[in-house]
């Protein structure tokens, strides 16, 4: 039998095709796996040495929490507002009224908050971050900081994954405030509920755990935003489709990374 | 102090781009490294840095010395000014973070613009200069840590003539101040024949001629009769 000519044959067919494509996709997605979890090692180490660039993690600080802030409280704010408008009405329709507040703080506090302020990190710092380092390695910059005797790791990754670790929480706690509000001003004005029967049960229902495991979500965003950005923008090759492709990768790695998150928290805290 | 290359090996899926290379680089000599495009000039430079790995041979650099590079687009930092741009390694490394205070990192980075005719242009962005000036600034932040080696790749490349003839200058000039060895990867004859004191050229990763500029000029063999001829006809055939 010639095996090398059914091999040929083989080659052509495709099964063939499909399947080195998915084995390649596997490769590719192990490789981005081990990446990350590579550099985001090497940026414990340095934490935990404390060999840190403060001056930059403030910048840093500034460019996650500052920047952000606006785009970020119109999502979640809109979120809360869309989300009263529709259940306010229907529930006090239902002799629900006294229950408005403790549904919506609850929803707030567990997932809106921390969630959707995830979502828009990740569509305004976390894709700025992918294109801006992918834009550094194609353009030669990280070779000449190497060269320079200068690694990558501790000047690029440790600030902005410090910065997001940290401004995370405090961007959730004011998305979470501004989406209690905006909350309570829909109920108001589509459902006529007063501000004092909103806000008499919006306590009821939202416990420290509860507080906690957002704080703890936002601390687990804030740094796999940073980490998967900062990752994916590190390994881009070629010119400005590398950076085009580094950065839709990490827009789509840190989504599915925070939609996992939230699953395990979910899981985890609440199951 | 010197350089020295010693049967220096590298394949790239299976491919050899740097097939068993040896030179060796005196201090205060410039070594120039031509070759048509994709000949393996600019990854002898890698290989030299260590940005990537060599599969064998033996590369024997001054111990505990800086080796400085400049990039072919100067690999500016563009989201920083000039004068941090020079001042990174004094600012960021281990070594030196705490060694100079501000107002000799300013005056450092004063002396090294002034070195390479850029005086005052400090505030500046890498974005508001020419190419020819990043390429200048590139030159002033390779030398602020006083490297005993210089790896130049492509200076001149896309650069106008009179860019290109200054840039030269400085090469020579860099070499002097410094006594540095360097390296410069070129394949523009100007900067060959101005800069070098000796070369190599490569072909399909091996050193198929070594001399001066002006054994090179001579001709005397079928490679570099076609690399100064810059003729289609000859030994050496790029890939279509």
């Not at chain 2, 060796?24 to 600019?42: R, T």
């Amino acid at each position: 039998m010639d095996y090398k000519l059914i091999y040929k044959y083989f080659k052509q067919t495709a099964t063939y095709k499909i399947a080195t494509g998915i084995l390649a996709d596997l490769y590719v997605f192990i490789e981005t796996i081990g990446n990350i979890a590579y550099n985001g090692f090497h940026t414990c180490k340095f934490i935990i040495k404390g060999d840190i660039n403060f001056k930059e993690v403030i910048e840093q600080c500034y460019r996650f929490g500052i920047t952000s802030l606006p785009i970020t409280l119109s999502i979640v704010g809109m979120t809360s507002v869309i989300v009263a408008s529709q259940v306010a009405s229907e529930m006090v329709k239902q002799g629900g009224s006294n229950f408005v507040g403790l549904l919506m703080t609850m929803l707030i506090v567990r997932e809106v908050s921390a969630v959707m302020s995830g979502f828009a990190i990740i569509s305004m710092i976390g894709s700025s971050l992918a294109s801006e380092i992918a834009t550094m390695k194609v353009t030669s910059q990280i070779d000449a900081m190497k060269v320079l005797n200068i690694d990558p790791i501790r000047y690029l990754f440790v600030p902005r994954i410090l910065a997001g670790t940290m401004m995370m929480p405090i961007i959730v706690v004011i998305a979470g405030i501004v989406g209690v509000l905006a909350g309570a001003v829909t109920a108001h004005l589509s459902a006529d509920l007063g501000y004092r029967a909103f806000f008499d049960s919006a306590w009821l229902g939202v416990y420290m755990k509860d507080l906690g495991v957002s704080l703890l979500k936002a601390l687990a965003f804030g740094a796999t935003i940073a980490l998967v950005s900062c990752s994916t923008g590190y390994e881009a090759t070629g010119g400005a489709k590398g950076v085009g492709i580094a950065t839709t990768k990490a827009v789509v790695w840190s989504f599915v990374a925070i939609v996992i998150w939230d699953m395990v928290f979910a899981m985890v805290f609440f199951f | 102090m010197s350089i020295e290359v010693k049967n220096l090996v590298k394949q790239f899926n299976d491919k050899t781009v740097i097939n068993d290379v040896s030179f060796k680089v005196n201090d205060g000599e410039v070594l120039a490294i031509v070759g048509f495009s994709g000949s393996g000039k600019s990854t002898i430079l890698k290989l030299i840095c260590e940005l990537i790995k060599k599969d064998s041979g033996e590369i024997i650099t001054p111990e505990g010395e800086d080796i400085a590079m400049v990039f072919q687009y100067s690999a500016l930092f563009d989201s920083l000014n000039v004068a941090d741009n020079i001042a990174f390694a004094l600012h960021e490394r281990k070594d030196l973070r705490n060694k100079y205070s501000e107002k000799d990192i300013k005056h450092i980075v004063a002396e090294k613009l002034e070195l390479v005719g850029l005086k005052g242009i400090e505030r500046k962005f890498p974005a508001e200069l020419s190419g020819g000036m990043q390429k200048r600034v590139s030159f002033a932040r390779a030398i602020v840590t006083e490297p005993k080696t210089i790896l130049y790749d492509e200076p001149t490349a896309g650069l106008d003539p009179i860019s290109s003839t200054l840039i030269e200058d400085y090469i020579v000039r860099l070499k002097e101040e410094t006594n540095a060895a360097s390296i410069v990867v070129t394949h523009q004859m100007s900067t060959i024949t101005r800069t070098a004191d000796k070369i190599i050229m490569l072909y399909d990763g091996k050193i198929v001629f070594t001399g001066t500029p002006a054994e090179l000029l001579k001709q005397d063999t079928p490679y570099t009769k076609q690399f100064v001829t810059a003729s289609l006809e000859g030994p050496m055939k790029i890939a279509a």
